[in-house]
């Protein structure tokens, strides 16, 4: 078994009430890239954290080039020459990228041959150096606060490698950048492939194994439940080993009837706080029966356009009309009873009140209607009554049926729970903002299936997403937006999933 | 003229040397709201150990001053023990542990003192008599106009705060520990992720930041009070940290607002004098720094920044 650099053996580590990895035992090659597959929750995570140390594994063990690893901490990964590119990413934000990259092993020299001082000028060229034999393309003097999302990622990259990491563990880095930026960072992976690192790619986008692993292997519920080689094992069949079930990549989508534009939004103009315009001079409409769906990568204005129709961001130009009725001006109540249904993005701090109760939650736009207040008193029972209706035909589980309090379930039920107070209140227009962020397979159907129901029922959809694959499936007219502006507005059908991809980068025809 | 540049140093550096004192705590991203406590206590303990000494020297030396700097670092930093262990240790509220830590100072450094002055030197009194420190002035350099206020009447303690102000700005700008405590101040957990350990310096910024509050407090014992007793607990804590916030979390700007706090306080006492105004009157006069710094605030306020994770309880354990 020498050929491996990585071994782990009946690997078992066990949170309070959950077993998050159940005797895996798996190899990695040097050289190769190896791909982790698994739903949210599978242990994906929490094998690779064990492997570069954050966890410390209850049973089982783990050999680096052969050799047992005794002490479990990313102090000691980073000297057996482990890296790790973590979800969230954890960098300075006002410093340089190359302060960033030496933190902690600064390189010093001495001022006047006596005073110790960081050496921040020749570690710039050492940084530029990596930046260039990878293609990364970085400026080392700039700052991480100017910089995207994607270049962030090359930091964190670069910090390995400047670290001298010959096993690169990536956790999830497709999930928050642009098709573009996922080519360039596959192409950056493949190169590092090149100069002899080992790859490891946790993900759960089976194309993106496709593309650039050579060996898979997939969790489900903690365990491995199989290991294949990528060139040889269709991606249908990898899904349905990850979620233990057949998964139809196609959705049941009816063919389109469009009635009357339901929601028109002409002109509309956007400042945020800071007073600049984030949203200028957009205009669409969505017909009863259509999904809309804007297209664009995060922060380009998308969710402050979702904010301006609901009535939670002032509108500085422009008119929003539901129905005919001029609402730029309404409250927020005066829309939803005007007719419409708005599923935020973040859904903790704007979806639901944590604290309360699932009934509570789930009666947040009723609350104050007969029956269920009456002369200003609330009835809960009549609340509780409704919910146990809602959780019935919107199969949220969670603990303790309506009384369980929302902190406590899972993002999945969190999610359903609102799209079922939102849907339930049968407005004609439906926002879903993003409504699928951090869904595993099995939620993500359930939520598409609910948005499909919606528009076959003639309802006009706006759905602002980030994730391309889930508009492509989805829509019936999909906007891209870029720097505040619809660049493009056009069938679905006439779009390829590529072409989307380059308005989202600002490309113009 | 002469007389706001004397005095408006004499008050300015050690405002700011306490105000570095905040920048080092907040810029490792503990609230500190504690410097009025560290600057009492520091001068407490830099006041008890001139009393215990003072038969030991010369009545004309100035050694013991220079002592009483030193001890007043070192308790000073004692003293921020607490609340680095509020903080940083039981990951107490920052704030509510730095106004618990200013009460407490000024609760036990009162008590003690009226302990220390029956039982040691046998008199009942709730202050340490220091006597003003003495000054020095340059000639020819005093005699310049204007220019001259700043090498005339000069504190001996203003010489040690601006060589101990270059270090503090060396060590936080040039080297590896200050590089690191400023990380920490943004995002602890990049801090982490390289290595090193948050905790320790964190700790290590607050204990900083007690001792160079406890040389600032000792000076202002040795000039505007002359003596050591609660009176110390005017606010100039507070001060220095509108000082710091206005000086956006930097140390040569934090100079320039110390500056202007002290020469706006210098000039409203001579407006005083100039203007004739009964003694009373004077107090309004004391108010003018505050009500400058609100005004201040409320302009500047919005363009400054805060380090990004201050005040934010550092846990390891959360990803």
């Not at chain 1, 008119?319 to 973040?346: F, H, M, N, W």
């Not at chain 2, 505050?290 to 409320?298: D, G, S």
């Amino acid at each position: 078994m020498d050929d491996y650099i990585v071994e782990m053996r009946h690997v078992t580590k066990r949170f309070p009430g959950i077993v998050a990895n159940d005797d895996i035992s798996l190899g990695i090659k040097k050289g190769e890239i190896f791909a982790l597959l698994g739903e949210n929750g599978a242990g994906k995570s929490t094998l690779m954290s064990i492997l570069f140390g954050m966890y410390e594994p209850d049973e089982g063990e783990v050999y680096i080039r052969g050799k047992k690893v005794e002490t479990f901490s990313p102090n000691h990964a980073t000297e057996l020459n482990i890296g790790m590119v973590h979800q969230h990413f954890k960098l300075v934000s006002n410093y340089t990228i190359t302060e960033n990259i030496i933190l902690g092993m600064e390189p010093r020299r001495r001022i006047a041959g006596i005073f110790p001082a960081v050496d921040v000028k020749s570690a710039d060229k050492k940084v530029a150096e990596l930046s260039k034999k990878f293609g990364l393309e970085v400026d080392p003097t700039q700052k991480i606060e100017d910089l995207n999302v994607s270049m962030q990622q090359r930091v964190e990259i670069l910090k390995m490698l400047y670290r001298e990491a010959e096993i690169l563990i990536f956790d999830e880095p497709t999930a928050v950048l642009t098709p573009q930026e996922i080519e360039f960072l596959l192409e950056i992976i493949r190169e590092m492939r090149r100069k002899g690192k080992t790859i490891i790619l946790i993900t759960h986008k089976l194309e993106e194994i496709k593309k650039v692993a050579d060996r898979c292997a997939i969790l489900c519920r903690g365990r491995l439940v199989g290991m294949c080689d990528v060139a040889t094992t269709s991606t249908k069949e990898m899904a349905a080993r990850m979620v233990g079930r057949e998964v139809s990549f196609e959705l049941g989508k009816e063919p389109a009837k469009f009635g009357a534009p339901v929601l028109n939004v002409d002109h509309l103009s956007v400042k945020n706080d800071d007073g600049f315009t984030v949203v200028s001079d957009v205009s669409f409409s969505v017909r009863a029966g259509e999904i809309f769906a804007i297209a664009g990568v995060a922060g380009n204005g998308q969710v402050e356009i979702a904010d301006a129709v609901a009535g939670l961001a002032p509108v500085s130009s422009g008119t929003v009309t539901l129905a005919g009725k001029d609402i730029t001006r309404s409250s927020v109540r005066a829309r939803a009873e005007q007719g419409l249904a708005y599923i935020p993005e973040d859904r903790q701090a704007r979806g639901l009140i944590l604290d309360f109760t699932l009934s509570e939650n789930l009666m947040l736009k009723r609350y104050y209607q007969e029956p269920y207040c009456v002369k200003n008193v609330l009835h809960r029972d009549e609340f509780d009554k409704k919910s146990r209706e809602l959780i019935e035909r919107f199969d949220i589980r969670s603990g303790q049926g309506e009384q369980t309090v929302v902190r406590s379930m899972s993002g999945g039920n969190q999610q359903k729970a609102i799209v079922a107070r939102e849907i339930e209140l049968d407005a004609p227009c439906i926002i879903f903002v993003q409504p699928t962020r951090g869904l595993d397979i099995g939620a993500i159907e359930h939520i598409h299936e609910q948005i499909l129901a919606e528009r076959s029922r003639g309802k006009a959809i706006l759905l602002i997403s980030l994730e391309l694959d889930e508009i492509m499936n989805l829509a019936d007219t999909i906007g891209v937006i870029y720097n505040g502006q619809l660049l493009k507005t056009a069938p679905a059908d006439t779009l390829t999933t590529n072409e989307v991809g380059q308005f989202m980068m600002g490309v113009k025809e | 003229m002469t007389d706001i540049i004397v005095n408006g140093m004499a008050f300015s550096l050690p405002l700011f040397i306490i105000a570095v004192g905040g920048i080092y705590s907040e810029r490792s991203g503990v609230t500190n709201l504690a410097l009025e406590g560290f600057l009492g206590a520091g001068a407490f303990f830099g006041a008890v150990f001139v009393t215990l000494t003072s038969g030991l020297f010369a009545a004309t030396s100035q050694l013991p001053m220079y002592l009483a700097l030193i001890v007043a670092m070192l308790g000073g930093a004692l003293y921020a023990v607490i609340h680095a262990v509020l903080c940083i240790k039981f990951k107490a509220n920052q704030v509510i542990s730095g106004v618990v830590v200013n009460i407490l100072a000024m609760a036990l450094t009162d008590f003690l003192t009226s302990q220390i002055n029956s039982v040691a030197l046998g008199q009942s009194s709730d202050k340490f008599v220091l006597t003003v420190s003495g000054r020095l002035t340059f000639e020819p350099l005093a005699s310049i106009p204007v220019l001259g206020g700043f090498f005339t009447n000069v504190y001996p303690f203003e010489f040690v705060i601006i060589a101990v102000a270059v270090v503090a700005w060396y060590a936080m700008y040039k080297t590896r520990f200050g590089m690191r405590l400023r990380a920490c101040g943004d995002n602890p957990y990049a801090v982490d992720a390289a290595g090193c350990n948050v905790a320790r310096l964190q700790f290590t910024a607050v204990l900083i930041s007690g001792a160079l509050s406890g040389l600032g407090g000792m000076c202002f014992a040795y000039s505007v009070f002359g003596n050591y007793s609660t009176s110390i607990y005017t606010g100039y804590g507070y001060l220095a940290i509108a000082a710091m916030i206005f000086g956006n979390w930097k140390i040569p700007q934090t100079l320039g607002a110390c500056l202007l706090f002290g020469f706006a306080r210098s000039a409203g006492y001579v407006l005083v004098q100039k203007l004739g105004m009964p003694s009373t009157y004077s107090d309004l006069i004391m108010i003018l720094p505050y009500a400058l710094t609100l005004l201040l605030l409320v302009f500047f306020s919005k363009n400054n920044r805060a380090p990004r994770a201050l005040g934010e309880i550092y846990d390891k354990g959360k990803r």
